[in-house]
């Protein structure tokens, strides 16, 4: 196994994760501020807790977008929130970067560049050569016209586009500069320790990301990252198997971590939960409930139990907090409360079996 070290952070990294983040459409939620939301949420972390870490994290977010915000020009066509293969783009540019690729944009360099962005395999350009061969296949192919629209471009002017890039990227260059002298002792623990992990048990942590495949573990590049501070994954140029993946890696991941453990690890809490889903009965209608809400009648009718018998065990699940009423005049809707069960598997998890 071959693992490189990136011992500050990008800045292309941190600019492409906030422009995406802001502007992208994404799962994630649009400012640190909602991410610390999320995670306090998800992990029933005291809010004040992780606001405390997170301090010298917002003050980057804050003078990043003042930097980039304004300069629309710059990255617009790369960042749109109803399309993905936009953003992706960006980080074409990124690896090409990273692999140290000559700029000279020939047919291949620009093969590949659509390849990232559509996320399609390059040889399924082989027959691209030209605005018009490029736009026989942008025709077959299933996008958005404006993804298609872009990819035209893409190809006419690739040295406009990869200005833009090196542009956005240079306005953010002294900001991150700024904040790594600060945050260098972060980033070396948490390199140190994600460097652990794959020595220790890198199939662990392959796990995590959702890897089938062990191919990218022979060759990576661990790379901190401050804009998505509690997550983590991994990233490859698909067009040039044979270069280094970057595993991202959140400066603050296991510090939400361990606060899970903390606020999770709660005997008593655990106990009475474990308590309201000792009855089969009780475990019957939290699979009912999977599906969709029910009514109490049609939980009774389902599971052949009387409707106060319902009513019983919901007044159970309701205190544990797995399921949530909706009462409607004579009718009461039950819907299962997905976030908390989960929260609630997660602290067990983390008590029982995690280290």
């Not at 071959?2 to 992208?24: F, K, N």
């Not at 690729?101 to 047919?107: A, E, G, P, Q, S």
């Not at 990218?216 to 804009?227: E, G, R, T, V």
Request: proline share 4%.
């Amino acid at each position: 196994m071959s693992i490189s070290v990136q011992t500050h952070l990008d800045p292309a990294v941190e600019a492409i994760l906030l422009l995406e983040r802001i502007y992208g459409g994404g799962s994630i939620p649009s400012s640190i501020e909602g991410s610390v939301t999320f995670y306090a949420e998800k992990f029933n972390i005291p809010i004040v807790q992780l606001e405390a870490l997170v301090q010298p994290l917002k003050a980057m977010e804050s003078e990043l977008s003042a930097i980039l915000e304004p300069h629309e020009e710059l990255w617009g066509d790369m960042f749109y929130s109803n399309s993905k293969a936009e953003n992706l783009l960006a980080w074409g540019f990124f690896y090409l970067e990273r692999e140290k690729t000559r700029m000279v944009f020939d047919t291949l360099l620009r093969r590949r560049l659509i390849a990232l962005m559509l996320d399609c395999s390059l040889g399924s350009l082989d027959g691209v050569e030209d605005l018009h061969s490029l736009m026989a296949f942008l025709e077959r192919f299933p996008g958005s016209n404006q993804t298609k629209w872009i990819c035209a471009r893409l190809w006419q002017e690739p040295e406009r586009f990869y200005d833009k890039y090196r542009r956005m990227v240079a306005l953010a260059e002294p900001v991150v500069a700024k904040f790594d002298t600060e945050l260098q002792p972060l980033i070396r623990e948490t390199v140190s320790m994600a460097q652990q992990a794959l020595r220790e048990d890198p199939m662990s942590l392959w796990d995590q990301l959702g890897m089938t495949s062990t191919a990218y573990l022979d060759n990576l590049i661990l790379c901190p990252m401050a804009n998505n501070f509690g997550g983590m994954g991994i990233i490859w140029d698909h067009t040039a198997p044979e270069v280094p993946a970057f595993l991202m890696i959140g400066l603050l991941r296991q510090s939400i971590y361990e606060l899970g453990r903390r606020y999770g690890d709660n005997s008593e809490f655990l106990t009475d939960r474990l308590k309201s889903l000792s009855d089969q009965r009780r475990i019957e209608i939290l699979k009912a409930l999977k599906s969709a809400p029910m009514y109490g009648q049609e939980l009774a009718d389902l599971l052949s139990l009387s409707p106060a018998t319902i009513s019983h065990h919901m007044s159970s699940l309701i205190s544990a907090g797995f399921v949530s009423v909706d009462r409607r005049g004579s009718k009461t809707s039950y819907t299962l409360h997905r976030q908390n069960l989960d929260a609630f598997l997660r602290n067990l998890r983390f008590t029982l079996l995690d280290e």
